[in-house]
């Protein structure tokens, strides 16, 4: 084990109902970024992510999808372009992954469903109650805001089954006192708010088992039962480290876990019902839950269903995903809502990453080409006007680590920022362009060199958590190699060795140009929200049958278009003069512009409804309708006229 001892971290365990958006990449990125500072720092780092496999809004979508659940979920989850992917591209470096479909957790919830019964604290009953079924969530009247779900706002369905429940209420005195004392739960701010919500109006037991779908960890000892997915889901964190099975192991080492990161929204589950459901089963307690905000867009949640998403892959792959992972962590204070936005992203790329720490790097690695050829010469001469630059970014270390321990990550950015912003200063009240005029000013030239290449130096060791390749691309341009790379050498000034030799490289953060970016982007989320609508969606079949008779009132007929013409002062209507074979003209008014042009249907054979009572329409008659054919095209409603062959003759009726 690590002299610095073991360090535990999590995300939740994602649902793989759909892909994943920036807002889980968001809550994964800042879980990575912590775990590989915690590594740097010297800890042996255990750090867990994984899926959330069951449960009946995974049923249902399956179901909907034409395949099983479990091909649903290998899908979304193994599948091309799914999370696992997602994770790679985005470079998590998680030890572990759980799927909770995995043969060692299902069992290992079995047995905890078990010990759990066995002690008395879960016990069956009568689950009568409102239910969310997207949330997988009870809720009790008095939770309800406006009749919906109080996390989604969604619709929520009364149910009722037989079912087991989970002594909460007994546990409610021990969870109230560990949430009062110490540092369980932070933002500070998330205790008051589940202390009001949940454990003053009383604490009621918790349903843990359900009856009406089959995809859940079955009840061993009553079949037709399933686990309620979130006593399935929050063992995750025990299972992942073999707690009662023999799949996995790290559960001497690793448990209790130093932190759990989640959402705010799940930060009740992860406080309140978790804590007692290790006391239940005489486990330690986790040290910490740490409730992070939510990225939001154009103010609201990001959602599949509001069709608000934004791809994450989209943007890494266009910026570079260390450019993504700096600005989520750079953007948002880790504890509360942010506003994404693609014209926060770019400009935060542009200002801190292409021009202050890109610009540093490359106008630094440039001069040392061009002044020394690459190398650093011994002799020296050093000024009073370097000591601020050399004491920030000696002391830079320090701050950073006290607010990188509180998971200020922002706020350790903007230190380090502070440095880099220094440095960019130091060369101008420097000008080294006139130093290197004066073959005798050659000593202060490589002092002012060196003191920015440590000051690079330090500044990239600290940044590495946050985007790791381009840091490693960043020490090879100036020739810090491995052993200078480090935590420790990050307090320490003067680790480059006096003669570093710098490199040639390509720009790490190429400048992006916002306004052709964000045309760009809009188009390309666009398409992607297309993409990911059904292609194809047909109205259902009427269930309800009509009489033959009924059907041959329906007058259906040939007609030939005579002409054709926008009606004015409507976007929609067309105008049209049919032969019906009798001998007159028949005018019908049809809302089909949007698809056709008028001039482009003048001849053509289509069927109309001739026995319809007249309509009016912007004063015009009508008698009768055009058949079409109506669909949906992802997400957009297309209209195709029905056209007959051209021998067929204008009167001929349809049957
Ligand atoms: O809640 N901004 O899974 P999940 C920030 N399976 N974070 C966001 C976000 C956003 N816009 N949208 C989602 C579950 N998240 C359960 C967890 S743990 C035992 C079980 C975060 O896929 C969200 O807050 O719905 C949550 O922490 C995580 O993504 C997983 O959400």
């Known amino acids: 084990m690590s002299e610095k001892g073991t360090f535990y971290i999590t995300t939740p365990i994602y649902y793989p109902s759909d892909k994943l958006h920036i807002g889980h990449t968001y809550c994964t990125v800042a879980t990575d970024t912590i775990a590989r500072y915690k590594r740097m720092c010297g800890y042996d780092v255990m750090f867990l992510t994984g899926t959330d496999e069951h449960g009946q809004k995974i049923e249902e979508k399956a179901k909907a999808a034409g395949m099983t659940p479990q091909q649903f979920v290998d899908n979304i989850v193994e599948g091309k372009g799914g999370i696992l992917d997602l994770w790679k591209l985005m470079n998590i470096s998680n030890d572990r992954f759980i799927r909770t479909t995995d043969d060692y957790h299902v069992e290992g919830i079995q047995r905890i469903f078990k010990k759990m019964y066995d002690n008395g604290d879960i016990y069956k009953g009568k689950y009568s109650g409102m239910y969310c079924t997207p949330c997988e969530s009870f809720w009790t009247e008095s939770q309800l805001v406006d009749g919906k779900c109080p996390d989604c706002g969604r619709e929520v369905k009364y149910a009722?089954?037989?079912?087991?429940?989970?002594?909460?209420?007994?546990?409610?005195?021990?969870?109230?006192?560990?949430?009062?004392?110490?540092?369980?739960?932070?933002?500070?701010?998330?205790?008051?708010?589940?202390?009001?919500?949940?454990?003053?109006?009383?604490?009621?037991?918790?349903?843990?088992?359900?009856?009406?779908?089959?995809?859940?960890?079955?009840?061993?000892?009553?079949?037709?039962?399933?686990?309620?997915?979130?006593?399935?889901?929050?063992?995750?964190?025990?299972?992942?480290?073999?707690?009662?099975?023999?799949?996995?192991d790290g559960k001497e080492k690793y448990w209790p876990a130093d932190v759990h990161m989640v959402g705010k929204e799940i930060v009740r589950f992860h406080s309140i019902i978790w804590p007692a459901m290790l006391m239940s089963v005489g486990e330690p307690l986790p040290k910490k839950v740490f409730g992070h905000g939510w990225l939001l867009l154009g103010g609201g949640k990001m959602s599949k269903s509001k069709g608000n998403v934004v791809d994450p892959v989209i943007l890494a792959e266009r910026y570079g995903v260390d450019a993504l992972r700096y600005f989520l962590m750079r953007e948002f204070p880790l504890g509360s809502d942010g506003n994404f936005s693609n014209e926060l992203l770019i400009a935060r790329i542009n200002s801190d990453l292409a021009n202050d720490y890109g610009n540093l790097l490359s106008r630094t690695a440039a001069m040392v080409l061009k002044y020394f050829d690459g190398t650093l010469p011994a002799e020296r001469e050093e000024a009073p006007e370097d000591a601020e630059l050399i004491g920030m970014a000696s002391g830079l270390r320090e701050k950073y680590q006290k607010l990188m321990d509180t998971f200020q990550t922002q706020a350790a950015l903007e230190e380090v920022f502070k440095v880099i912003s220094r440095a960019n200063k130091y060369i101008d009240e420097n000008a080294p362009w006139v130093l290197a005029k004066d073959k005798a000013k050659a000593p202060r030239l490589a002092s002012v060199m060196y003191n920015l290449l440590e000051a690079l130096r330090i500044c990239t060791c600290l940044l590495v958590p946050f985007m790791p390749d381009s840091c490693a691309k960043a020490f090879e341009r100036i020739g810090a190699d491995e052993a200078v790379r480090n935590w420790d050498s990050a307090a320490v000034w003067g680790s480059l060795p006096a003669d570093v030799t710098v490199k040639k490289g390509d720009t790490l953060f190429p400048r992006i140009d916002l306004n052709k970016e964000l045309a760009e982007l809009e188009k390309l989320e666009e398409e992607a929200r297309k993409a990911a609508l059904p292609p194809l969606e047909i109205e259902p079949q009427l269930e309800e049958c009509v009489d033959f008779d009924t059907f041959l009132k329906s007058d259906f007929r040939v007609v030939k278009v005579k002409s054709c013409e926008a009606v004015k002062k409507s976007d929609r209507l067309l105008k049209f003069i049919l032969d019906d074979g009798t001998g007159k003209d028949r005018q019908i008014l049809s809302g089909i512009h949007k698809w056709y042009k008028p001039e482009d249907l003048v001849g053509k054979t289509l069927v109309a409804i001739v026995n319809l009572p007249p309509r009016k329409m912007m004063g015009l008659e009508s008698n009768g309708m055009l058949i079409s054919a109506v669909h949906k095209e992802k997400g957009e409603e297309c209209v195709q006229l029905i056209m007959a062959d051209d021998s067929m003759p204008a009167g001929a009726k349809l049957c």
Not at 189 to 216: Q, Y
Not at 219 to 243: I, K, M, S
């Open 160 to 248: 009722e089954e037989e079912a087991y429940f989970f002594r909460l209420s007994k546990y409610a005195d021990r969870v109230r006192e560990l949430l009062l004392t110490g540092t369980f739960l932070e933002p500070a701010s998330r205790v008051n708010e589940m202390i009001k919500n949940f454990i003053d109006p009383g604490l009621e037991d918790l349903c843990v088992s359900r009856t009406s779908f089959t995809w859940g960890v079955p009840v061993d000892f009553d079949p037709g039962h399933v686990v309620y997915v979130w006593v399935d889901a929050l063992f995750n964190y025990l299972t992942a480290l073999g707690y009662m099975n023999e799949g996995r």
